[in-house]
Nanobody, 123 residues
Framework: QVQLVESGGGLVQAGGSLRVSCSASGRTFSRYTMGWFRQAPGNEREFVAAISWSGGSPYDADSVKGRFTISRDNAKNTVYLQMNSLKPEDTAVYYC????????????????WGQGTQVTVSS
């Protein structure tokens, strides 16, 4: 079992940068694909980015491509989402999640979720 805790959210101006982190408990963190999702008010939770257990093959949604970068440090049981060139439409609660699938953008394929961290981008 994996427990996830996000941190690093906050308020930032459009065009700025922010890095959110997700710390995991449990010895099996390195076995999981880790993903980031986000949910804005009134919207469904959507996929943002994910990274395989080894740290290779990161992939992300078209809406954040070239602006967001996912990475992980298995020694620290932590996954990161570096967000650059932020836009007001990036405002959402950001969640990290863990999946046993080697490649997944689907919410229902992620078994463990954090409580979320709020990211607000002002115009």
């Amino acid at each position: 079992q994996v427990q996830l805790v996000e941190s690093g959210g906050g308020l930032v101006q459009a065009g700025g940068s922010l890095r959110v982190s997700c710390s995991a408990s449990g010895r099996t963190f390195s076995r999981y694909t880790m993903g980031w999702f986000r949910q804005a008010p009134g919207n469904e939770r959507e996929f943002v980015a994910a990274i395989s257990w080894s740290g290779g093959s990161p992939y992300d949604a078209d809406s954040v491509k070239g602006r967001f970068t996912i990475s992980r440090d298995n020694a620290k049981n932590t996954v990161y989402l570096q967000m650059n060139s932020l836009k007001p439409e990036d405002t959402a609660v950001y969640y990290c999640a863990a999946s046993v699938y080697s490649y997944s953008r689907r919410r229902d394929e992620y078994d463990y979720w954090g409580q979320g961290t709020q990211v607000t981008v002002s115009s």
